[in-house]
């Protein structure tokens, strides 16, 4: 994978990745600066662009946050570098401030930002389009269909920014960073791009009088993705049927019209520059046209804009999309629901099988009334589950039993990262309220300050290591300074385990692999001014005591709940020690323990042998943890070594 990055084999054709095309575009772009903070589904961009970063002399950062990241960008476009930022739907809000700002005054250096959905929400909390976010702020923005395309997109849209003097936005979506493809590699510069001297009198400063600039280059992008070489069409020369389709959607449609025999009479327009829309190129397709079906993931973007266009130039025309429920208001387009959608738009009838292919794959559309659902399910669904021996298990646990003593119930605020899914059974129904990025401690600040008017409850949030330094220390500072009434656990797993571990500043070590000085937690609270504690949540008596003599105490307090992730730690070379259940001991679904350790417990190694009708470890998930030993009311559990050492 490391070869095709960076090999000097202009011409040569190579099977990429998405994500992996985008770092060769990079490469070949010349960028002197990356940063970016971790997302998927573009997590892996940075990470490879910090292994080549040596090698091709340009510098990457995993920066604290997005804002960060941004803003760092920017900065380096004043001295005419190229700068690329990485970030996912909801980093590119994070970083909506600087975005919207930087967008006024524009840049010098190329910058462009790589901004990748989530259609469907796979690995985040939800499915925000940013092709809106574009929009907002003024800012062109293209979209790959292929792997070819991804890679020989960041050398255009470098291009471009330095010619419009704008950032640009490459909004890719999931299954284009992780799809592969054939990539015919380009020319790798001799020398990255070069910088120039900041005069004294050069400007980059933000300023509302600076709008009608942001607008104008604006404009100068819709005159150049009129000719944009990634928009395409094939079909008849005057379509009566016009389907438009954006990544994903396109390759599906391509496939679809063929399959159907229907080339010659529709017509089919791919869009690449999403913001603003070439209306020249799609009015020439679209004039001719009775009925136009918009193929596009998340929300009815293209669907709305188009529809608008039409209304402009007073076309009647038969819209179907999203607005219409020919494809799913949510989630990711399939191929197989893209050809139940094309049957319908173009009047063929449809099969039980389309049928039976759309219910599973459209989500929310409108189906024939005659369509059944079919209920049989190929596998059985499994709920999501912390891993095997995963130390938030255990801090859950032991938060839920502590709350529990107190004579009214608490309220825990939760955070974004591995254990939002505390939110779930697996983690006891922890959470009342989970929303974005850092901002549990600032929910829970707010609660804390109504226990001086009568509120009589214990609030708690919580948030990981890289969520701290993402952005809970400001929110941290505030509920000091205002000395809120609240627990605040940092769940310390030294990683940032949701992503792909990338490195923070907690763990002393940079994306490009050098060694640093950690930031310290612990010192960063205490400098805070708060009360600081910290413990192993593996240690159950110790942190029981804990939690119940701080969520005594008033005031703010912080205890760090310090255990490495179990899959960082046995995935590498600490050896699993042996459990096993004594089951003569284990009284099984009698009175005194009801299956606890398989039903309520709930890690993936404590299974049910219905045989003998008691409890047995699953010695493949098994980490050896030992912390289900410690909870055993009959001591059926046994740990090799004894459960102390666990
Ligand atoms: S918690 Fe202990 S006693 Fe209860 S089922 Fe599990 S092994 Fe048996
Ligand atoms: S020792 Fe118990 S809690 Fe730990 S991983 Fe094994 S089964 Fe799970």
Redesign the pocket.
């Known amino acids: 994978m490391k070869w095709t990055l960076t090999a000097d084999a202009a011409g040569r054709t190579c099977l990429m990745q998405g994500n992996e095309a985008l770092v060769r575009g990079a490469v070949e772009s010349g960028i002197n600066y990356a940063a970016s903070y971790p997302g998927s589904p573009s997590s892996q961009v940075l990470g490879m662009l910090g292994e080549i970063a040596d090698e091709r002399q340009f510098y990457a950062q995993w920066s604290v946050n997005e804002t960060c990241a941004l803003e760092s960008c920017i900065g380096t476009s004043l001295t005419g570098a190229r700068s690329l930022c990485i970030v996912k739907q909801n980093g590119l809000l994070t970083c909506a401030d600087p975005l919207h700002c930087g967008a006024l005054h524009g840049v010098k250096g190329g910058l462009v930002i790589i901004s990748s959905d989530d259609p469907n929400a796979h690995s985040s909390t939800n499915e925000l389009d940013s092709r809106f976010m574009a929009m907002s702020a003024d800012i062109p923005m293209i979209e790959p269909i292929t792997m070819q395309d991804a890679k020989d997109m960041v050398p255009y849209a470098y291009g471009l920014s330095e010619k419009l003097g704008q950032m640009v936005i490459i909004r890719v979506t999931t299954r284009v960073c992780h799809g592969r493809g054939n990539v015919v590699l380009g020319e790798l510069p001799e020398k990255n791009h070069g910088f120039t001297e900041v005069s004294e009198w050069e400007r980059m400063c933000a300023a509302s009088f600076l709008h009608q600039a942001a607008i104008d280059r604006l404009n100068n992008a819709k005159a150049e993705f009129e000719n944009c070489p990634f928009n395409k069409y094939q079909g008849p020369e005057e379509p009566e049927m016009l389907i438009v389709a954006s990544g994903t959607g396109h390759l599906y449609a391509k496939e679809t019209v063929k399959r159907l025999g229907l080339e010659e009479k529709v017509g089919l327009l791919s869009l690449a520059s999403l913001w603003p829309l070439p209306e020249d190129f799609i009015m020439k397709r679209m004039k001719s046209a009775k009925k136009v079906l918009v193929l596009e993931e998340i929300d009815p973007f293209m669907e709305r804009n188009i529809q608008s266009l039409a209304g402009k130039f007073g076309l009647s025309i038969e819209f179907h999309g999203k607005l219409t429920g020919s494809i799913p208001s949510v989630g990711e387009l399939t191929p197989d629901g893209v050809i139940y959608s094309i049957k319908e738009f173009a009047g063929i009838p449809l099969s039980d099988t389309d049928i039976g292919f759309a219910e599973a794959s459209l989500v929310g559309a409108k189906l024939p009334a005659h369509a059944k659902k079919d209920e049989k399910e190929p596998l059985l669904r499994r709920e999501l589950a912390f891993c ?2 995963c130390p938030h ?1 255990a801090t859950f646990y032991l938060l839920k039993k502590a709350l529990r003593l107190e004579k009214t119930p608490g309220i825990v605020i939760g955070d974004i990262g591995c254990y939002t899914l505390a939110c779930q059974q697996t983690g006891f129904y922890a959470y009342q309220q989970t929303t974005c990025m850092g901002s549990g401690i600032s929910a829970a600040q707010g609660i804390g300050q109504l226990t001086a008017y009568g509120m009589d409850q214990k609030v708690v949030s919580m948030a990981g290591d890289s969520t701290f330094f993402h952005s809970v220390i400001p929110g941290l500072l505030n509920a000091s300074y205002h000395n809120s009434n609240m627990l605040m656990l940092v769940l310390d797993n030294s990683a940032t385990a949701m992503t792909g571990f990338q490195p923070h500043p907690g763990l002393g070590i940079t994306a490009t692999g050098k060694q640093v000085a950690p930031m310290d937690i612990t010192k960063i609270c205490e400098a805070l001014g708060c009360t600081v504690e910290t413990t192993d949540p593996f240690d159950v008596e110790a942190t029981a005591e804990k939690l119940h003599r701080l969520l005594q105490l008033p005031g703010l307090k912080v205890l760090i709940m310090r255990q490495p992730c ?1 899959t960082m730690t046995y995935k590498g070379n600490k050896e699993k ?1 042996r ?1 096993w259940v004594d089951q003569s001991k284990c009284l099984g679904d009698g009175c005194g323990c009801d299956k606890f ?1 398989s039903r309520v ?1 709930g ?4 299974s049910w042998d219905f045989k003998n009708n008691k409890a047995v ?2 010695t493949v ?9 410690k909870l055993c009311p009959a001591g059926a ?1 046994q ?1 090799e070594g004894g459960e102390q050492d ?1």
């Open positions: 095997a021996g298990r179990a020690r459990v350790c417990w890690c993936p190694g404590n470890i699953d998930s098994c980490v050896g943890c030992g912390v289900c030993a559990i740990v666990a």
